[in-house]
């Protein structure tokens, strides 16, 4: 049976990999098997190989060596239970004797399926964000005592306390990102759920009540680390919820998967479990999220920062122009930057030691954090951003104007990270995994979340999103289970919802992606910013007589938006505070925000998505069959026009 590694300390911790012919490799090499983000690793720093029917660890050089229970080696012949340590990270190896597949070590308690209760319902979830997290909550209280559910995330670990979230330095990065929250998605929420999101000054409500607020309460701005480290709190209080510091692999939990009425998937929006049943839920269209045949993406750089700016002023600021988008927690949270085609093209790395480039911060994406020398350095790979060594770099000018329009000193600019949005079109998001057997029960499989619809974060919609498509199913499975095969019948009103909420927030994500000029021709944001900034570095005049009509008309256009938001944001700036504030930004800049428009409010507001509409009843839609008028008599006391 296979031998594995397994990791005990750092962001490897409860991960295990399966030893076999090829050589197993140790480093901060984003291309080693085991990535180890250690500073004190070298990197190639070490090297499993298959030796004579066993496997011998050799130390590659590396400046602070390899370690075997504590004593340093060059070249070890490893046994059961070998403890190795490469940096502050170690690893267990285990010679696998015994078991049919290699699983996580918190897995071993687990229940045999066959003394499974047959009136249980048993639900894997991949994923543990606040999605995951959020569903199974939620199923749990709506059936208790009658559902088993199991939570796989490789961005955990087990501690003392139980199952908490990896740290920054562990490699689970971008945790400190602020979210709006609108109110009919919160007050969906139990209380207990509410009550532990919502402490005194965990949130703000920085952006207006509007139309699609609830009772007229406002969208809340929270962390998505606070969330995420309350909902998992909740999670490891429940008997019934099962969590997994692990990576769901779905070809080794196939025989187990077997045993689930339901799997649900929302690790992301690059699901691997999604793509591995890609033939089950159909193909995703991207046709619809195209102009002139070509598949619309937009490339956004996120900068943490600190603003120095009140909220009203931030919000202004915001919504007058579609270049930077802040969305913040008393200030502190993500400034992003929509780029161009050429701009995303500069988001590279440079590994400082071997002088080449490396694309992480747009690839993986990694996050970059300032140290100490004042370079923006990857922890994973370590690599330095690029356009903040070429200081006169063209990028790196534009995000210090970004700075300075949000009152953001450069020095409060603690990292850089970046996202890609992809949308496409989902044909479906439930789809029968395999049909009941004499010994299966049938599994279901689910998308939700950003696996099911990844949705462009300037209109603040994914969270939100997610939240509904956790509360639908939930619901519909709590007026579904009875301890009988599921049927597809019984996904119905979920289904619905989906493509509801697919439809509606879709349509908002792809208004921010694109706008219609002049001539009626529909363009690409970005596309019409390039053009700008091009023209803007073009001209010749540079000194306030050229800045003065793009300031005029940027002023004008925010003290039309400050007349609008006024009444539901109290304490917006006066005419000179706006003045004064613009007047320090660059011509071109300020061309630029103008050209690029202000937030298409009116085509992305209105009405929200409300699920609720779905669950209001638990009788069945019944549909009479229609009589036919020759035979129909009208009832008593009504004329029988009045019937038509």
Request: with cysteine.
């Amino acid at each position: 049976m296979p031998s594995v590694i397994v990791g005990r300390t750092g962001p490897f911790t409860g991960q295990s990999v399966v030893l076999g012919s090829a050589p197993l490799t140790f480093g901060r090499k984003s291309d080693s098997g085991v990535v180890i983000v250690s500073a004190n690793a070298s990197r190639l720093h070490a090297e499993i190989v298959a030796e004579d029917a066993g496997f011998v660890l050799y130390d590659r050089d590396s400046r602070n060596g390899t370690y075997v229970n504590d004593q340093r080696v060059t070249r070890h012949v490893l046994r059961p239970n070998d403890c190795i340590r490469i940096g502050e990270e170690s690893f267990l190896y285990e010679a696998q004797d015994a078991m049919e597949t290699v699983m996580d070590l918190s897995q071993l308690d687990v229940p045999r399926v066959g003394v499974a209760d047959p009136g249980m319902l048993r639900v894997t979830i991949t994923g543990g964000g606040p999605v995951g997290l959020a569903f199974a909550l939620s199923l749990d209280e709506m059936l208790p005592g009658r559902v088993a559910i199991t939570i796989h995330d490789g961005r955990w670990i087990r501690n003392d306390s139980g199952v908490v979230w990896k740290s920054e330095a562990q490699g689970n990065v971008r945790r400190q990102q602020v979210v709006t929250v609108q109110s009919r998605q919160y007050l969906a929420l139990s209380r207990e759920v509410q009550s532990a999101l919502f402490d005194q000054g965990a949130y703000s409500e920085m952006w207006p009540v509007g139309p699609d607020s609830v009772d007229g309460r406002p969208p809340r701005n929270i962390r998505i680390a606070y969330i995420e480290d309350r909902l998992l709190e909740l999670a490891n209080k429940r008997a019934a919820i099962r969590l997994v510091p692990k990576r769901f692999d779905p070809e080794e939990q196939q025989k187990r998967l077997s045993q689930e009425h339901i799997l649900v998937i929302c690790e992301g929006g690059r699901s691997r479990t999604r793509d591995h049943f890609a033939d089950r839920f159909g193909g995703a269209d991207a046709s619809i999220y195209s102009l002139d045949g070509e598949h619309l993406q937009d490339v956004v750089l996120g900068l943490r920062v600190k603003s120095r700016l009140s909220d009203p002023m931030s919000v202004l600021l915001t919504v007058s122009q579609n270049r930077f988008l802040l969305n913040s927690l008393r200030g502190e949270g993500f400034l992003n930057m929509r780029l161009t085609r050429e701009e995303a093209k500069n988001v590279i790395g440079i590994d400082p030691v071997r002088q080449v480039f490396e694309e992480c911060i747009a690839a993986r994406p990694c996050l970059m954090s300032r140290e100490e020398d004042n370079e923006f350095r990857c922890p994973t790979h370590g690599t330095l951003f690029l356009p903040a060594l070429l200081r006169s770099s063209p990028l790196w000018k534009e995000i210090r104007q970004g700075l300075n329009l949000f009152g953001v000193a450069e020095d409060d600019l603690s990292a850089i990270t970046s996202f890609r949005l992809d949308m496409v079109q989902r044909p479906r998001f439930t789809a029968q995994l395999s049909r009941p057997t004499a010994t299966s029960p049938g599994t279901y499989g689910l998308l939700l979340g950003d696996a099911a619809n990844a949705i462009h974060f300037w209109p603040g919609r994914g969270l939100n999103s997610g939240l509904a498509s956790a509360t639908s199913l939930a619901r519909t499975l709590s007026r579904s289970w009875r301890g009988k095969p599921l049927r597809d019948a019984d996904f119905i009103r979920h289904e619905a919802a989906m493509s509801m909420l697919q439809y509606r927030h879709k349509s908002r994500a792809w208004n921010a992606m694109v706008t219609t000029d002049e001539q009626g021709v529909t363009r690409a944001i970005k596309d019409i910013i390039a053009r700008s900034a091009e023209s803007g570095h073009g001209s010749a005049g540079s000194g306030p007589a050229s800045r003065r009509p793009d300031l005029d008309e940027l002023l004008d256009r925010m003290l039309a938006i400050r007349e609008r938001l006024g009444s539901r944001v109290p304490g917006m700036p006066t005419d000179e505070e706006l003045r004064s504030h613009l007047a320090t930004i660059a011509p071109a800049t300020l061309r630029v925000l103008q050209e690029s428009g202000a937030w298409d409010t009116l085509i992305v507001g209105g009405e929200e998505a409300d699920i609720d509409l779905f669950y209001q009843s638990d009788s069945p839609v019944y549909i009479p069959r229609p009589a036919d008028p020759r035979s129909a008599a009208p009832a008593a006391g009504v004329p029988r026009e009045s019937l038509s």
